[in-house]
């Protein structure tokens, strides 16, 4: 029996300088999809460089380029005039909105057109806003049909705005990849940090560990994602083997880098599920992370773990100790390689990602 055609408005937010991974999350999506879901993306971009609103379509998306900090109920206004036409002749609608931010739109979208609206949440927002646990004053999900979670932490979250819509986890993945390049032979022990700039991020923070291993050892980073050469933390690092790969959009380009890489590093502050970890865990790699709990929770025992303070303070030293035991200890590497890449296998491929994802669109429009 044929299946119902169901139409999927995705909408999001991005700084047009940076890496970002709900980017990453749509993309995979598209490429799981069966043919009977069609999905469409609203994709607000700013960046300091924008003077004014543009906004362009293609087939899968609907572009809006705008200044930073431009009044947001003049933009959604601006997409509903522009699209609604559009919009208006999508059967079996499922609006799905990256909270926080974006879920106002989706409330205007469902007051126009027949639709569901689904909220995801790919983010700790509590934690990555340094609101030192509190929780936002309203509950962004109130009147959603449900609500994705991209892992088992994101709970905390729901409990502390006092969310009663249905939910359910579904975990963030990637295809498994095809490795190509063989690792230079070069003597040079690299580390990949794909996380790029963004200060939440904590690259700033191991810094200091950096510089040290690389008093003993022979190494590189290399840091992917987007940045602003303006930044003051590029006067600090010119010492340092860092090489500033830069904004990679194809994950074809970005697997490269993991394939030449020895190990990953992972400095956030927050973190639900982020790609570059399945990313990592996928291309075998040992990890070396900060305890945040999204990350605790995504790598299990396939990482290094260094602690922090009550304050977000991290413990540099032991992130170098650990650094130099990876170098040095071959077992180690395989050890961790090895439980990274069944971690993978096991909870984030793209398979699994989108068979629960389309199990959840067909039950809405029921």
């Not at 009663?164 to 063989?182: D, F, M, Q, W």
């Amino acid at each position: 029996m044929k299946k119902p055609i169901i139409n999927v408005i995705e909408i999001d937010g991005r700084d047009a300088r940076f890496q970002t991974g709900i980017g990453r999350y749509f993309d995979v999506l598209a490429t799981q999809m069966p043919d009977h879901i069609k999905t469409t993306r609203i994709i607000f971009y700013w960046s300091p460089e924008y003077n004014e609103i543009h906004i362009t379509q293609t087939d899968d998306e609907i572009s809006v380029r705008h200044p930073v900090g431009y009044p947001a109920q003049i933009l959604f206004d601006a997409v509903i005039a522009f699209a609604g036409n559009r919009i208006s002749q999508m059967q079996n609608l499922i609006i799905k909105s990256n909270c926080l931010g974006y879920e106002n739109l989706a409330y205007m979208l469902r007051s126009r057109f027949y639709s569901k609206i689904v909220g995801v949440l790919h983010c700790l927002p509590h934690r990555a806003m340094g609101n030192q646990g509190r929780f936002p004053p309203h509950n962004p999900f109130f009147n959603m049909d449900h609500v994705i979670l991209v892992c088992d932490h994101g709970t905390e979250f729901l409990k502390g705005v006092k969310n009663n819509r249905p939910h359910s986890v579904i975990y963030n993945g990637i295809e498994v990849p095809k490795i190509t390049t063989k690792k230079p032979n070069d003597g040079v022990f690299r580390f990949i940090f794909a996380n790029g700039w963004a200060k939440h991020k904590g690259m700033e923070r191991i810094l200091p560990a950096i510089r040290t291993v690389a008093q003993k050892h022979k190494i590189e980073v290399m840091v992917i994602g987007g940045f602003d050469p303006k930044d003051k933390v590029f006067e600090e690092i010119g010492d340092l083997p860092i090489n500033k790969v830069g904004l990679l959009e194809n994950p074809n380009d970005i697997g490269k880098y993991y394939e030449m890489a020895d190990c990953a590093l992972f400095a956030s502050y927050s973190e639900a599920c982020s790609f570059a970890g399945i990313e990592a865990m996928a291309y075998n790699l040992p990890v070396i992370s900060t305890d945040a709990a999204g990350l605790v929770e995504m790598f299990g025992r396939a990482a290094l773990i260094v602690k922090s303070d009550g304050d977000g303070k991290l413990d540099v030293d032991d992130f170098a100790n650990q650094m130099c035991r990876v170098i040095e200890s071959g077992s180690l590497r395989m050890r961790l390689g090895m439980l990274s890449y069944g971690r993978y296998k096991e909870r984030y491929t793209a398979r699994k990602m989108a068979k629960d994802t389309v199990k959840l669109y067909e039950s809405l429009i029921k």
